[in-house]
């Protein structure tokens, strides 16, 4: 037994607007932060519970107050195996059960990023109380007892807990070589390092081009600020690319939708793999109609997608190709695997969102488990990989020709290291105390 006894919340926050990694049309000078937590046990040293969701920078303490409220009402004093023998009526409970909380949301916002980050904390502490990482903690589960964590209210319009039960059982026959699979040949990604939108062109070709040599066959470009520069760095992309590689795009909700139909129009001469955001993250009717007048681009979207509903309605309007989610936005993964769930029943390959700390590390978890258990499939699937800010993680990742591998430390993959977790704490760490 283990009983969860307190909690910590962290604001963290990295100054990649320095450099402007992470740039694109909206967001032009991010500072990738975390709102982290750390859920302590009556075992002490020998388990807690890490786990994070992603903020732009400014407003991040407000994520951190919402987390340390839902905890205080929800986590605290709790056994974890109370919680994860009915995960997903515990979810609900979290995410409903409190009425003037749900107000804040509902499942939205920043009390749905604070419940990811606690959420995620929760299934980092599962699985090393488990010794397995979060996908391999996953993968070994029964199909009743995934379908025991998901929380279908909403959503059995789209899926029923009996349906997702019987797609489970029928990928278990394959389970053990495709887990064996990842580990020998890994999962396919792509880079989003070169294409930042701050990035002069000449930083940009240089990027591309190691990237090409160290065997990425996928990146990605930010688009959106103007145009004519968008066609002149994906001309620089494809010289570097050649055509036989892919290149997607990212408006990051720039556009309206007549605007982006527009601007794909233009841009379809470099034969973009995906258009990704290409306007309100919202505007499920927008995506599908950009998608229906943009020939053979796909449309990508997701990151900003904020529960299982908007998902729900994405996948029954027919509205985009990728299905970029995002576990830190989501409500951590029990929330995923309701969107994993559906997106294998409405074929819809799920490419999630990597670009933000900690993200690359979560998704990585998400995908293995996805391929080894629900979709079966590579077809169309890439996970995003960003080159920076992971030497603050205690596991390293491992990225190699343009492939992920598994990780095998038990957890979730992104707990920070002690240092990094004193030294970019804002406002006092060492980074940020000279400058605010
Ligand atoms: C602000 C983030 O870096 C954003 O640009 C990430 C993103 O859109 C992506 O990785 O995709
Ligand atoms: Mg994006």
């Not at 570097?240 to 720039?254: K, V, Y």
């Not at 793999?273 to 229906?292: Q, V």
């Amino acid at each position: 037994m283990v009983k969860i006894t307190d909690v910590v919340v962290k604001d963290i926050r990295f100054p990649t607007s320095r450099n402007l990694d992470g740039s694109d049309a909206m967001n032009e000078a991010p500072d990738y932060s975390a709102t982290y937590v750390i859920l302590k046990t009556d075992k002490g040293e020998a388990l807690s519970g890490h786990g994070l969701t992603f903020t732009n920078g400014r407003g991040n303490n407000l994520v951190v107050a919402a987390a340390e409220t839902l905890a205080k009402s929800f986590v605290i004093g709790k056994e974890l195996g109370d919680i994860t023998k009915d995960f997903g009526t515990f979810w609900h409970e979290l995410v409903a059960g409190d009425s003037q909380l749900r107000w804040l949301g509902p499942e939205k916002g920043l009390v749905h990023l604070a419940t990811a980050a606690l959420v995620n904390a929760l299934w980092d502490m599962w699985a090393k109380s488990e010794g397995k990482p979060v996908w391999k903690l996953l993968a070994d589960m029964t199909p009743e007892e995934l379908v025991r964590c998901v929380d279908f209210t909403y959503i059995e319009d789209a899926i029923t807990p009996h349906e997702a039960l019987a797609m489970l059982k029928r990928k278990e026959a394959g389970k053990a070589a495709r887990e064996a699979e990842m580990h020998e040949k890994g999962f396919p990604a792509y880079s989003t390092a070169a294409g930042w939108l701050g990035y002069s062109e000449e930083k940009m070709r240089r990027l591309a081009r190691e990237a090409v040599e160290g065997g990425w066959t996928h990146l990605k470009q930010k688009v959106g600020a103007d145009i004519e520069q968008d066609v002149e760095r994906a001309r620089i992309l494809r010289e570097e690319l050649g055509w036989d590689r892919h290149l997607m795009m990212d408006a990051n909700q720039i556009w309206g939708v007549e605007e982006a139909i527009a601007n794909m129009r233009r841009l379809a001469e470099f034969d973009p793999l995906w258009i990704e955001e290409p306007t309100s993250p919202d505007d499920i009717l927008g995506h599908k109609a950009i998608r229906d007048s943009i020939g053979n681009i796909g449309v990508a979207t997701g990151e900003h997608a904020h529960n299982r509903v908007m998902f729900k309605q994405f996948f029954q309007a027919e509205a985009f190709d990728f299905c970029q989610l995002d576990p830190a936005r989501l409500g951590g993964v029990n929330e995923v695997l309701a969107v994993l769930l559906m997106a294998a029943k409405y074929d819809v390959p799920v490419c999630p969102h990597g670009g933000g700390v900690g993200l690359c590390q979560y998704s990585l978890n998400i995908v293995l488990f996805d391929y080894i258990a629900v979709s079966g499939s590579l077809e169309n699937r890439v996970l995003e990989y960003v080159d920076h800010l992971h030497e603050n993680f205690e596991e390293p990742l491992t990225v190699k020709n343009g492939r992920y591998f598994p990780g095998s430390m038990p957890g979730y993959g992104a707990t920070l290291k002690a240092d990094s977790q004193e030294r970019f704490a804002f406002p006092d760490g060492v980074e940020w105390a000279e400058t605010v």
